[in-house]
Protein backbone atom coordinates (compact mmCIF):
# COMPACT_ATOMS: atom_id res chain seq x y z
CA UNK A 1 0.00 0.00 0.00
CA UNK A 2 1.64 3.31 -0.82
CA UNK A 3 1.27 6.02 1.73
CA UNK A 4 1.85 8.91 -1.63
CA UNK A 5 -0.21 11.61 -1.14
CA UNK A 6 -3.08 11.78 -3.67
CA UNK A 7 -2.38 14.62 -6.69
CA UNK A 8 -5.81 15.90 -5.91
CA UNK A 9 -5.06 17.96 -2.88
CA UNK A 10 -4.79 21.74 -3.43
CA UNK A 11 -2.13 23.78 -1.49
CA UNK A 12 -3.47 25.12 1.62
CA UNK A 13 -1.91 28.25 3.67
CA UNK A 14 -0.67 27.55 6.52
CA UNK A 15 -1.02 30.04 9.86
CA UNK A 16 2.24 31.61 10.74
CA UNK A 17 3.88 30.63 14.38
CA UNK A 18 3.89 33.16 16.81
CA UNK A 19 6.25 35.84 16.91
CA UNK A 20 8.44 35.00 19.06
CA UNK A 21 9.75 38.31 20.01
CA UNK A 22 6.16 39.12 21.14
CA UNK A 23 4.76 35.75 22.43
CA UNK A 24 7.92 33.96 23.18
CA UNK A 25 5.92 30.99 25.00
CA UNK A 26 3.46 30.35 21.99
CA UNK A 27 6.45 30.25 19.94
CA UNK A 28 8.55 27.45 21.33
CA UNK A 29 5.14 25.36 21.70
CA UNK A 30 4.80 25.77 17.90
CA UNK A 31 5.61 22.92 15.63
CA UNK A 32 7.41 25.31 13.59
CA UNK A 33 9.71 26.23 16.33
CA UNK A 34 11.76 22.73 16.67
CA UNK A 35 13.51 22.88 13.47
CA UNK A 36 14.22 26.36 13.44
CA UNK A 37 15.66 26.54 16.90
CA UNK A 38 17.62 23.37 16.35
CA UNK A 39 19.29 24.76 13.17
CA UNK A 40 22.14 26.38 14.73
CA UNK A 41 23.54 23.44 16.58
CA UNK A 42 23.56 21.75 13.17
CA UNK A 43 25.81 24.53 11.57
CA UNK A 44 28.32 24.04 14.75
CA UNK A 45 28.06 20.51 14.13
CA UNK A 46 29.64 20.50 10.65
CA UNK A 47 32.24 23.25 12.08
CA UNK A 48 32.90 21.20 15.18
CA UNK A 49 32.04 23.63 17.45
CA UNK A 50 29.25 21.88 19.58
CA UNK A 51 30.64 22.04 23.50
CA UNK A 52 30.00 18.42 24.55
CA UNK A 53 30.75 16.17 21.66
CA UNK A 54 33.36 15.78 18.53
CA UNK A 55 31.92 15.76 15.25
CA UNK A 56 33.59 13.69 12.41
CA UNK A 57 30.96 14.96 9.24
CA UNK A 58 33.22 12.57 7.16
CA UNK A 59 31.67 9.44 8.66
CA UNK A 60 28.38 10.68 8.11
CA UNK A 61 28.55 8.43 4.81
CA UNK A 62 28.87 5.74 6.77
CA UNK A 63 25.99 6.05 8.54
CA UNK A 64 24.01 6.92 5.00
CA UNK A 65 25.35 3.33 3.92
CA UNK A 66 24.23 1.64 6.61
CA UNK A 67 20.54 2.72 6.96
CA UNK A 68 20.17 3.12 3.37
CA UNK A 69 21.50 -1.11 3.53
CA UNK A 70 18.69 -1.87 6.16
CA UNK A 71 15.85 0.02 4.53
CA UNK A 72 16.87 -1.67 1.10
CA UNK A 73 16.78 -5.42 3.15
CA UNK A 74 13.53 -4.53 3.87
CA UNK A 75 11.37 -2.73 1.47
CA UNK A 76 13.42 -3.03 -2.03
CA UNK A 77 12.23 -2.39 -4.33
CA UNK A 78 8.89 -1.44 -2.89
CA UNK A 79 9.70 1.58 -1.05
CA UNK A 80 6.34 3.41 -1.73
CA UNK A 81 5.35 0.60 1.06
CA UNK A 82 6.92 1.74 3.82
CA UNK A 83 4.24 3.00 6.54
CA UNK A 84 5.14 6.33 8.34
CA UNK A 85 6.84 6.08 11.43
CA UNK A 86 3.69 5.48 14.04
CA UNK A 87 2.65 3.28 17.18
CA UNK A 88 0.35 1.24 14.81
CA UNK A 89 3.45 -1.24 13.47
CA UNK A 90 4.48 -1.57 17.09
CA UNK A 91 1.37 -3.63 17.96
CA UNK A 92 1.65 -5.74 14.85
CA UNK A 93 4.75 -7.25 16.71
CA UNK A 94 5.99 -10.86 15.38
CA UNK A 95 3.94 -10.45 12.16
CA UNK A 96 0.78 -10.61 14.10
CA UNK A 97 -2.09 -7.69 12.56
CA UNK A 98 -3.79 -7.33 15.88
CA UNK A 99 -5.06 -3.67 14.72
CA UNK A 100 -6.98 -5.30 12.13
CA UNK A 101 -7.98 -7.94 15.08
CA UNK A 102 -9.81 -5.30 16.91
CA UNK A 103 -11.13 -3.77 14.11
CA UNK A 104 -12.80 -7.49 12.85
CA UNK A 105 -14.80 -6.79 16.38
CA UNK A 106 -16.11 -3.75 16.63
CA UNK A 107 -18.80 -2.44 14.39
CA UNK A 108 -18.60 -0.90 10.77
CA UNK A 109 -19.10 3.09 11.46
CA UNK A 110 -15.22 4.15 10.74
CA UNK A 111 -15.97 7.50 13.02
CA UNK A 112 -15.90 4.91 15.79
CA UNK A 113 -13.41 3.07 14.73
CA UNK A 114 -11.43 6.01 14.55
CA UNK A 115 -12.05 7.16 17.92
CA UNK A 116 -11.66 4.16 19.69
CA UNK A 117 -8.07 3.79 17.87
CA UNK A 118 -7.44 7.01 18.46
CA UNK A 119 -8.15 6.41 22.33
CA UNK A 120 -5.73 3.27 22.07
CA UNK A 121 -3.04 4.82 20.63
CA UNK A 122 -2.90 8.27 22.95
CA UNK A 123 -2.61 6.22 26.15
CA UNK A 124 0.03 3.35 24.48
CA UNK A 125 2.18 6.65 23.35
CA UNK A 126 2.40 8.59 26.88
CA UNK A 127 3.23 4.89 28.26
CA UNK A 128 6.44 4.77 25.82
CA UNK A 129 8.83 6.19 27.14
CA UNK A 130 12.26 4.21 27.56
CA UNK A 131 11.31 1.06 30.18
CA UNK A 132 14.81 0.50 30.57
CA UNK A 133 16.88 -2.67 29.90
CA UNK A 134 15.62 -4.91 32.51
CA UNK A 135 11.58 -5.04 31.65
CA UNK A 136 9.80 -7.18 29.56
CA UNK A 137 6.45 -7.97 29.33
CA UNK A 138 4.99 -11.49 28.80
CA UNK A 139 1.34 -11.37 26.65
CA UNK A 140 -1.76 -12.70 28.17
CA UNK A 141 -3.05 -14.34 25.35
CA UNK A 142 0.04 -15.74 23.31
CA UNK A 143 2.64 -15.73 26.36
CA UNK A 144 5.26 -15.03 24.00
CA UNK A 145 7.92 -12.12 25.61
CA UNK A 146 8.55 -8.75 24.16
CA UNK A 147 10.71 -6.10 25.27
CA UNK A 148 10.84 -1.93 25.07
CA UNK A 149 8.93 -0.05 22.94
CA UNK A 150 7.15 -3.04 21.68
CA UNK A 151 6.61 -4.68 24.90
CA UNK A 152 4.86 -1.35 26.21
CA UNK A 153 2.76 -1.41 23.24
CA UNK A 154 1.50 -4.98 24.14
CA UNK A 155 0.87 -4.24 27.45
CA UNK A 156 -1.28 -1.21 27.00
CA UNK A 157 -2.96 -2.83 24.50
CA UNK A 158 -4.03 -6.03 26.30
CA UNK A 159 -4.78 -3.57 29.31
CA UNK A 160 -6.84 -1.94 26.60
CA UNK A 161 -8.90 -4.64 25.52
CA UNK A 162 -9.34 -5.68 29.80
CA UNK A 163 -11.16 -2.37 29.81
CA UNK A 164 -8.45 -0.79 32.67
CA UNK A 165 -9.10 2.75 30.91
CA UNK A 166 -12.96 2.60 30.46
CA UNK A 167 -15.14 3.82 32.79
CA UNK A 168 -18.06 2.07 31.21
CA UNK A 169 -18.06 -1.49 31.85
CA UNK A 170 -20.23 -2.35 28.59
CA UNK A 171 -17.52 -1.11 26.57
CA UNK A 172 -14.19 -1.57 27.57
CA UNK A 173 -12.94 -1.07 24.43
CA UNK A 174 -12.24 2.99 25.25
CA UNK A 175 -10.46 5.26 26.99
CA UNK A 176 -12.47 8.18 29.29
CA UNK A 177 -11.39 10.61 31.73
CA UNK A 178 -12.98 8.82 34.38
CA UNK A 179 -11.44 5.48 33.39
CA UNK A 180 -8.01 7.41 33.52
CA UNK A 181 -9.19 9.29 37.21
CA UNK A 182 -9.09 5.43 39.00
CA UNK A 183 -6.20 4.13 37.91
CA UNK A 184 -3.42 4.09 40.71
CA UNK A 185 0.55 2.88 40.73
CA UNK A 186 -0.61 -0.49 42.06
CA UNK A 187 -3.26 -0.85 39.28
CA UNK A 188 -0.63 -0.09 36.53
CA UNK A 189 1.98 -2.23 38.19
CA UNK A 190 0.16 -5.09 37.76
CA UNK A 191 -1.13 -4.38 34.07
CA UNK A 192 2.70 -3.59 33.07
CA UNK A 193 4.01 -7.02 35.08
CA UNK A 194 6.21 -4.91 36.98
CA UNK A 195 7.87 -7.15 39.90
CA UNK A 196 11.28 -6.30 41.69
CA UNK A 197 12.51 -8.86 39.13
CA UNK A 198 11.02 -7.04 36.30
CA UNK A 199 11.72 -3.93 37.05
CA UNK A 200 10.34 -0.25 34.50
CA UNK A 201 11.92 2.75 34.41
CA UNK A 202 9.67 5.65 35.94
CA UNK A 203 6.31 3.70 36.37
CA UNK A 204 5.11 6.63 39.32
CA UNK A 205 6.17 8.98 35.88
CA UNK A 206 3.60 7.19 33.80
CA UNK A 207 1.04 6.76 36.23
CA UNK A 208 0.91 10.41 36.59
CA UNK A 209 0.66 10.85 33.36
CA UNK A 210 -2.23 8.63 32.94
CA UNK A 211 -4.05 10.00 35.45
CA UNK A 212 -3.14 13.79 34.78
CA UNK A 213 -4.72 12.88 31.02
CA UNK A 214 -8.01 12.56 33.36
CA UNK A 215 -8.17 16.08 34.07
CA UNK A 216 -6.96 17.22 30.37
CA UNK A 217 -10.12 14.78 29.22
CA UNK A 218 -12.53 17.76 31.33
CA UNK A 219 -11.96 19.68 28.37
CA UNK A 220 -14.57 18.73 26.58
CA UNK A 221 -14.24 21.45 23.67
CA UNK A 222 -11.64 18.96 22.26
CA UNK A 223 -13.05 15.78 24.20
CA UNK A 224 -16.36 15.63 24.23
CA UNK A 225 -18.79 14.86 27.09
CA UNK A 226 -17.64 11.61 27.93
CA UNK A 227 -13.71 13.00 27.66
CA UNK A 228 -12.25 10.71 25.22
CA UNK A 229 -9.24 11.29 23.48
CA UNK A 230 -10.73 10.26 20.58
CA UNK A 231 -13.47 12.77 20.20
CA UNK A 232 -10.69 15.03 19.09
CA UNK A 233 -11.59 13.19 16.10
CA UNK A 234 -15.36 15.15 15.75
CA UNK A 235 -13.31 18.24 16.73
CA UNK A 236 -10.83 18.32 13.72
CA UNK A 237 -13.19 17.47 11.62
CA UNK A 238 -15.65 20.27 12.31
CA UNK A 239 -12.76 22.62 13.18
CA UNK A 240 -13.79 25.70 10.58
CA UNK A 241 -9.87 25.72 9.30
CA UNK A 242 -10.73 22.01 7.97
CA UNK A 243 -11.60 21.98 4.35
CA UNK A 244 -13.63 19.57 2.37
CA UNK A 245 -11.84 18.33 -0.80
CA UNK A 246 -12.06 15.24 -3.07
CA UNK A 247 -10.84 14.12 1.28
CA UNK A 248 -10.74 16.12 4.26
CA UNK A 249 -7.60 17.89 5.04
CA UNK A 250 -6.79 18.96 8.23
CA UNK A 251 -4.50 21.71 9.08
CA UNK A 252 -1.36 19.58 10.85
CA UNK A 253 -1.21 22.99 12.86
CA UNK A 254 -4.80 22.18 14.40
CA UNK A 255 -4.19 18.81 15.20
CA UNK A 256 -0.66 20.58 16.87
CA UNK A 257 -2.67 22.89 19.24
CA UNK A 258 -5.12 20.38 20.31
CA UNK A 259 -2.24 18.21 21.84
CA UNK A 260 -0.32 20.90 23.12
CA UNK A 261 -3.27 22.80 24.45
CA UNK A 262 -5.01 20.01 25.21
CA UNK A 263 -2.68 17.78 27.16
CA UNK A 264 -0.96 20.88 28.59
CA UNK A 265 -2.18 19.44 32.16
CA UNK A 266 -0.34 16.21 31.99
CA UNK A 267 3.31 17.87 31.51
CA UNK A 268 5.70 17.79 35.23
CA UNK A 269 5.93 21.36 36.65
CA UNK A 270 9.13 21.21 36.92
CA UNK A 271 9.28 21.71 33.23
CA UNK A 272 10.63 24.78 31.69
CA UNK A 273 8.43 28.02 31.31
CA UNK A 274 8.46 31.47 30.76
CA UNK A 275 5.89 34.26 31.67
CA UNK A 276 4.17 31.23 33.76
CA UNK A 277 3.41 29.10 31.08
CA UNK A 278 5.19 25.49 30.86
CA UNK A 279 6.82 24.78 27.70
CA UNK A 280 6.80 20.88 28.09
CA UNK A 281 9.53 19.23 26.54
CA UNK A 282 11.90 22.17 26.16
CA UNK A 283 15.02 22.63 27.48
CA UNK A 284 17.65 25.79 27.79
CA UNK A 285 21.16 25.05 25.82
CA UNK A 286 24.57 26.63 26.47
CA UNK A 287 25.61 26.71 23.18
CA UNK A 288 22.78 28.36 21.53
CA UNK A 289 24.10 31.76 19.79
CA UNK A 290 22.77 34.66 22.24
CA UNK A 291 24.16 38.17 23.11
CA UNK A 292 24.21 39.86 26.17
CA UNK A 293 21.39 42.06 25.27
CA UNK A 294 19.09 38.49 24.26
CA UNK A 295 15.95 37.49 25.67
CA UNK A 296 15.71 34.17 27.94
CA UNK A 297 13.96 32.48 25.58
CA UNK A 298 16.89 32.29 23.16
CA UNK A 299 18.71 30.16 24.86
CA UNK A 300 16.01 27.45 24.50
CA UNK A 301 15.26 24.57 22.25
CA UNK A 302 11.80 23.02 22.11
CA UNK A 303 11.45 19.27 20.89
CA UNK A 304 8.16 18.34 21.94
CA UNK A 305 9.77 14.55 21.18
CA UNK A 306 6.00 12.55 23.23
CA UNK A 307 3.50 15.42 21.28
CA UNK A 308 5.23 14.51 17.71
CA UNK A 309 5.39 11.03 18.36
CA UNK A 310 1.98 11.38 19.01
CA UNK A 311 1.13 12.99 16.27
CA UNK A 312 2.77 10.98 13.95
CA UNK A 313 0.34 8.08 15.48
CA UNK A 314 -2.80 9.57 15.67
CA UNK A 315 -2.33 10.56 12.09
CA UNK A 316 -2.14 7.39 10.78
CA UNK A 317 -5.81 6.13 11.65
CA UNK A 318 -7.50 9.27 11.13
CA UNK A 319 -5.25 8.69 7.07
CA UNK A 320 -6.55 5.03 7.10
CA UNK A 321 -9.99 5.09 8.38
CA UNK A 322 -11.44 8.47 7.35
CA UNK A 323 -8.77 9.54 4.62
CA UNK A 324 -7.95 12.63 6.18
CA UNK A 325 -5.20 14.55 4.90
CA UNK A 326 -3.03 16.62 6.56
CA UNK A 327 -1.71 19.76 5.34
CA UNK A 328 1.45 21.03 6.69
CA UNK A 329 2.48 17.45 7.91
CA UNK A 330 6.33 18.70 6.72
CA UNK A 331 6.51 20.98 9.20
CA UNK A 332 7.12 17.75 11.89
CA UNK A 333 10.98 16.86 12.64
CA UNK A 334 12.58 13.80 13.30
CA UNK A 335 12.50 12.59 16.84
CA UNK A 336 14.95 13.46 19.07
CA UNK A 337 15.31 10.41 21.07
CA UNK A 338 18.33 7.91 21.80
CA UNK A 339 17.28 5.33 19.19
CA UNK A 340 17.59 8.17 16.45
CA UNK A 341 20.86 10.17 18.32
CA UNK A 342 22.47 6.80 19.29
CA UNK A 343 22.81 5.99 15.65
CA UNK A 344 24.97 9.33 15.29
CA UNK A 345 27.21 8.47 18.10
CA UNK A 346 27.68 4.25 17.11
CA UNK A 347 28.82 5.22 13.37
CA UNK A 348 31.31 7.94 14.17
CA UNK A 349 30.02 11.18 13.34
CA UNK A 350 29.76 12.31 17.15
CA UNK A 351 31.73 11.41 20.05
CA UNK A 352 30.90 12.40 23.42
CA UNK A 353 34.01 14.48 24.94
CA UNK A 354 36.19 12.91 27.42
CA UNK A 355 35.52 15.08 30.36
CA UNK A 356 31.62 14.81 29.57
CA UNK A 357 32.47 10.85 29.41
CA UNK A 358 34.49 11.00 32.71
CA UNK A 359 31.08 12.98 34.16
CA UNK A 360 28.69 10.63 32.67
CA UNK A 361 30.13 7.37 33.49
CA UNK A 362 30.48 8.94 37.23
CA UNK A 363 26.94 9.23 36.57
CA UNK A 364 25.84 5.98 35.85
CA UNK A 365 28.13 4.08 38.71
CA UNK A 366 26.39 6.32 41.21
CA UNK A 367 23.12 5.48 40.02
CA UNK A 368 23.89 1.64 39.75
CA UNK A 369 24.80 1.90 43.51
CA UNK A 370 21.86 3.53 44.74
CA UNK A 371 19.29 1.28 42.82
CA UNK A 372 21.95 -1.52 43.40
CA UNK A 373 21.87 -2.56 39.50
CA UNK A 374 24.71 -4.14 38.31
CA UNK A 375 25.60 -4.35 34.64
CA UNK A 376 27.66 -5.61 31.84
CA UNK A 377 28.20 -2.91 30.18
CA UNK A 378 28.60 0.47 30.90
CA UNK A 379 27.63 3.99 29.63
CA UNK A 380 27.39 7.71 30.00
CA UNK A 381 24.24 9.09 31.58
CA UNK A 382 22.84 11.91 32.54
CA UNK A 383 19.83 13.22 33.44
CA UNK A 384 17.20 15.23 30.61
CA UNK A 385 17.59 18.25 31.41
CA UNK A 386 21.56 18.25 31.46
CA UNK A 387 23.30 20.70 28.45
CA UNK A 388 24.88 17.26 27.38
CA UNK A 389 21.76 15.30 26.47
CA UNK A 390 19.91 18.91 24.86
CA UNK A 391 22.54 19.46 22.79
CA UNK A 392 22.64 15.65 21.77
CA UNK A 393 19.26 15.52 21.13
CA UNK A 394 19.37 19.47 19.03
CA UNK A 395 21.98 18.37 16.74
CA UNK A 396 19.91 15.09 16.08
CA UNK A 397 16.73 17.16 14.84
CA UNK A 398 19.01 18.51 12.01
CA UNK A 399 21.41 15.45 11.30
CA UNK A 400 18.43 14.03 10.67
CA UNK A 401 16.77 16.26 7.91
CA UNK A 402 20.49 15.99 6.20
CA UNK A 403 20.18 12.02 6.25
CA UNK A 404 17.14 11.74 4.69
CA UNK A 405 18.34 13.60 1.52
CA UNK A 406 21.28 11.59 1.63
CA UNK A 407 19.50 8.09 1.79
CA UNK A 408 16.82 9.36 -0.78
CA UNK A 409 20.53 10.30 -3.07
CA UNK A 410 21.54 7.37 -2.45
CA UNK A 411 18.58 5.52 -3.67
CA UNK A 412 17.62 7.70 -6.56
CA UNK A 413 14.35 8.43 -5.15
CA UNK A 414 13.06 11.90 -6.64
CA UNK A 415 10.04 13.92 -6.15
CA UNK A 416 6.72 12.25 -5.65
CA UNK A 417 8.86 8.91 -5.29
CA UNK A 418 11.06 10.13 -2.46
CA UNK A 419 11.04 8.86 0.89
CA UNK A 420 9.49 11.33 3.63
CA UNK A 421 10.95 12.01 6.75
CA UNK A 422 8.17 9.37 8.70
CA UNK A 423 9.18 6.88 6.09
CA UNK A 424 13.04 7.46 6.72
CA UNK A 425 12.56 7.14 10.28
CA UNK A 426 10.70 4.41 10.10
CA UNK A 427 12.44 1.99 7.82
CA UNK A 428 15.99 3.82 8.57
CA UNK A 429 16.92 5.91 11.13
CA UNK A 430 15.21 4.84 14.63
CA UNK A 431 15.28 0.97 13.00
CA UNK A 432 19.15 1.59 12.49
CA UNK A 433 20.07 3.35 15.99
CA UNK A 434 18.14 0.09 17.46
CA UNK A 435 20.56 -2.08 15.21
CA UNK A 436 23.63 -0.37 16.02
CA UNK A 437 23.08 -0.35 19.74
CA UNK A 438 22.07 -4.25 19.92
CA UNK A 439 25.53 -4.70 17.98
CA UNK A 440 27.82 -1.94 19.71
CA UNK A 441 26.29 -3.54 23.27
CA UNK A 442 25.14 -6.64 22.86
CA UNK A 443 24.22 -7.65 26.29
CA UNK A 444 21.97 -5.02 27.06
CA UNK A 445 20.93 -2.81 23.57
CA UNK A 446 21.27 0.13 25.61
CA UNK A 447 21.79 3.77 23.52
CA UNK A 448 25.51 4.76 23.76
CA UNK A 449 24.64 7.46 26.41
CA UNK A 450 21.86 6.82 28.84
CA UNK A 451 19.24 8.96 29.48
CA UNK A 452 17.97 9.05 33.65
CA UNK A 453 14.52 7.81 32.86
CA UNK A 454 11.62 9.63 34.93
CA UNK A 455 8.83 8.10 32.41
CA UNK A 456 7.90 11.44 30.72
CA UNK A 457 10.30 12.32 28.53
CA UNK A 458 11.57 9.47 26.34
Given at each position: MSF????TIPKVALPKAPDPQVDPAG???SIGAVRERCRPMLEKARKNQLNHFNVDMDNFKNTTKFVVSIIKRDFAPD???????????????????????????WPSDPSERCRRLLDLFLVSVLLDAGAGTSWSYKSTESGKIYRRSEGLAIASLEMFKSGAFSSNSSQPHQVDGEGLRNLTVDKMREGLQVTEENPIAGLEGRTELLTKLSEAMMNHT????DGRPGNMLDFLISHPTTQASSVPIILLPTLWSVLMDGLAPIWPSSRTAID???????WPLSSMPTSP??????????FHKLTQWLCYSLMQPMTKLMSIHFAGAELMTGLPEYRNGGLFIDTGVLELKAEDTKKGIENFKLNSEQSGKKTLEVVPMFRPDDDVIVEWRAVTVGFLDLLLEEVNATLGLQGGEALSLP????????????????????NTQCPPIAILSDGTVF
Amino acid sequence: MSFAIPPTIPKVALPKAPDPQVDPAGYLRSIGAVRERCRPMLEKARKNQLNHFNVDMDNFKNTTKFVVSIIKRDFAPDYGTIPPHGRWQHFNVGGRDRVAELLASWPSDPSERCRRLLDLFLVSVLLDAGAGTSWSYKSTESGKIYRRSEGLAIASLEMFKSGAFSSNSSQPHQVDGEGLRNLTVDKMREGLQVTEENPIAGLEGRTELLTKLSEAMMNHTYFGADGRPGNMLDFLISHPTTQASSVPIILLPTLWSVLMDGLAPIWPSSRTAIDGTALGDAWPLSSMPTSPASAPWETIVPFHKLTQWLCYSLMQPMTKLMSIHFAGAELMTGLPEYRNGGLFIDTGVLELKAEDTKKGIENFKLNSEQSGKKTLEVVPMFRPDDDVIVEWRAVTVGFLDLLLEEVNATLGLQGGEALSLPQMLEAGSWKGGREMAEISRPNTQCPPIAILSDGTVF
